[in-house]
């Protein structure tokens, strides 16, 4: 099921829509015959705010069938159009930062009820390398944003040691593979972001993300490496930490296949965050079916300097645009 707020927008829409057909079709034309009838006994005397007062509006009447248009067309555009969305965390850096706002293209991959999510008008499916949002799958109360790896059929293989992508097309239980997708990596450079590593009173680790100069440094802050990956027709930027590495134990291990390899089932996609080291994905958790798919990231509208779980300190309009 949709999440409370898209429930709640849907009941709240119904209710007050309700009132509106109540109010327009039942009590309107009732007030409109008690002011005929005033003006008639006073020869059209009657200015229109006296005429108001004739046969009022209740209140609660009046509130709830004007907000219907409002939240009609809030329902219709956050459910068909464009939903916004905040960006919670670093894992999609540096294409996406702490404290984006971004905008969702609810269409790109289906018209979908608010409610249920069931797909009403198939209008697409998502692209390798598109930006997609999705309902984790192991808990479909959470969204998750990540980049679109590997599409039904593909073979995926990822070297931890190299930190780099094999993707096999058109692959099936007991069948060959089409011809591998061709993959480059541009070579690796110093980022713009430095990671710090704390320690919180409980004892748990937390991370910080900052976007320094070159020739600056952060206490207790390890540079970001950074690269350019090209899937096919599609290049983007990924981040690695130097130091760090991929905890195989951890990985998904999808039935049949060896470890860090896997074969995307009909109907499902693989995801990644570009900030590879820094990205709970699908080498950690597996495939996201297409029924939990929200929509395409398509823009950043707002953009607030913050960490995680802080407060914003500024605002980055140069941010502002096309997610690129």
Same mark, same amino acid.
């Given at each position: 099921?949709? $999440?409370?707020?898209?429930?709640?927008?849907?009941?709240?829409?119904?209710?007050?829509?309700?009132?509106?057909?109540?109010?327009?079709?039942?009590?309107?034309?009732?007030?409109?015959?008690?002011?005929?009838?005033?003006?008639?006994?006073?020869?059209?005397?009657?200015?229109?705010?006296?005429?108001?007062?004739?046969?009022?509006?209740?209140?609660?009447?009046e509130t709830g069938a004007s907000i219907f248009p409002v939240l009609a067309i809030v329902l219709i555009v956050r459910s068909f159009i464009f939903e916004p969305f905040q960006i919670p965390s670093g894992s999609m850096?540096?294409?996406?930062?702490?404290?984006?706002?971004?905008?969702?293209?609810?269409?790109?991959?289906?018209?979908?009820?608010?409610?249920?999510?069931?797909?009403?008008?198939?209008?697409? *499916?998502?692209?390798?390398?598109?930006?997609?949002?999705?309902?984790?799958?192991?808990?479909?109360?959470?969204?998750?944003?990540?980049?679109?790896?590997?599409?039904?059929?593909?073979?995926?293989?990822?070297?931890?040691?190299?930190?780099?992508?094999?993707?096999?097309?058109?692959?099936?239980?007991?069948?060959?593979?089409?011809?591998?997708?061709?993959?480059?990596?541009? $070579?690796?450079?110093?980022?713009?972001?430095?990671?710090?590593?704390?320690?919180?009173?409980?004892?748990?680790?937390?991370?910080?993300?900052?976007?320094?100069?070159?020739?600056?440094?952060?206490?207790?802050?390890?540079?970001?490496?950074?690269?350019?990956?090209?899937?096919?027709?599609?290049? *983007?930027?990924?981040?690695?930490?130097?130091?760090?590495?991929?905890?195989?134990?951890?990985?998904?291990?999808?039935?049949?296949?060896?470890?860090?390899?896997?074969?995307?089932?009909?109907?499902?996609?693989?995801?990644?965050?570009?900030?590879?080291? $820094?990205?709970?994905?699908?080498?950690?958790?597996?495939?996201?079916?297409?029924?939990?798919?929200?929509?395409?990231?398509?823009?950043?509208?707002?953009?607030?300097?913050?960490?995680e779980g802080q407060w914003p300190t500024g605002i980055r309009f140069s941010r502002i645009g096309g997610i690129h």
């Open positions: 099921m949709a $999440n409370m707020f898209a429930l709640v927008l849907v009941i709240a829409t119904l209710v007050t829509g309700v009132l509106w057909c109540i109010d327009k079709f039942i009590f309107a034309p009732k007030r409109r015959e008690k002011q005929a009838a005033a003006q008639a006994a006073t020869d059209g005397a009657l200015d229109t705010k006296t005429l108001k007062k004739v046969g009022p509006k209740p209140g609660w009447l850096m540096p294409t996406l930062l702490i404290g984006d706002f971004i905008l969702v293209e609810k269409f790109a991959y289906g018209i979908k009820d608010p409610i249920f999510q069931k797909t009403l008008i198939e209008t697409g *499916h998502p692209k390798r390398g598109d930006i997609a949002v999705f309902k984790y799958p192991k808990d479909p109360s959470l969204d998750y944003i990540k980049r679109v790896i590997g599409l039904p059929g593909d073979r995926i293989t990822y070297d931890p040691s190299t930190k780099e992508l094999t993707i096999q097309p058109n692959c099936s239980s007991g069948q060959a593979c089409g011809s591998a997708l061709p993959i480059t990596y541009s $070579n690796v450079e110093a980022s713009d972001f430095v990671q710090t590593f704390e320690r919180t009173s409980g004892g748990e680790a937390s991370s910080g993300f900052w976007q320094l100069p070159q020739n600056q440094t952060k206490d207790g802050g390890i540079r970001l490496a950074e690269r350019k990956e090209s899937l096919g027709n599609v290049t *983007h930027r990924i981040l690695t930490v130097p130091i760090a590495q991929d905890q195989l134990g951890m990985y998904y291990q999808q039935p049949g296949q060896p470890l860090a390899t896997w074969v995307v089932p009909p109907g499902e996609y693989f995801m990644m965050g570009d900030n590879r080291d $820094n990205s709970a994905d699908s080498r950690y958790w597996g495939f996201v079916p297409e029924a939990n798919l929200v929509g395409k990231a398509t823009a950043i509208w707002m953009s607030f300097e913050k960490q």
